[in-house]
């Protein structure tokens, strides 16, 4: 069974940085892209970065490009998003999927709170 499980979120001052995980166990998440979503209070949810299984493509939503990095570890089977010059704007659940097949698979979302 497929399970992603992220962590990393929490209470930052804007301007701060933070740097989300996302694990993946049941699956070789080498194998697929994966991206990173978030879901602000009542908006839907948006995709906010994609990387592509080498690890060398990657893409950005504008909102967060120069502010944002996304990165993977195919040896622990892990999807980082390393968020700097954090905005109030960026509080928001975020969200790993990856893409099997048709099949999309979510971790439960880790909150984070931009706020001073």
């Known amino acids: 069974q497929v399970q992603l499980v992220e962590a990393g979120g929490g209470l930052v001052q804007p301007g701060g940085s933070r740097r989300l995980s996302c694990v993946a166990s049941?699956?070789?998440?080498?194998?697929?892209?994966m991206n990173w979503y978030s879901q602000a209070p009542g908006k839907e949810r948006e995709l906010v970065a994609t990387i592509f299984s080498s690890g060398s493509i990657t893409n950005y939503a504008d909102s967060v490009k120069g502010r944002f990095t996304i990165s993977r570890d195919n040896a622990k089977n892990t999807v980082y998003l390393q968020m700097n010059s954090l905005k109030p704007e960026d509080t928001a659940v975020y969200y790993c999927k990856l893409r099997r097949l048709t099949t999309n698979y979510w971790g439960q979302g880790t909150q984070v709170t931009v706020s001073s």
């Open positions: 049941g699956v070789t998440g080498r194998d697929y892209p």
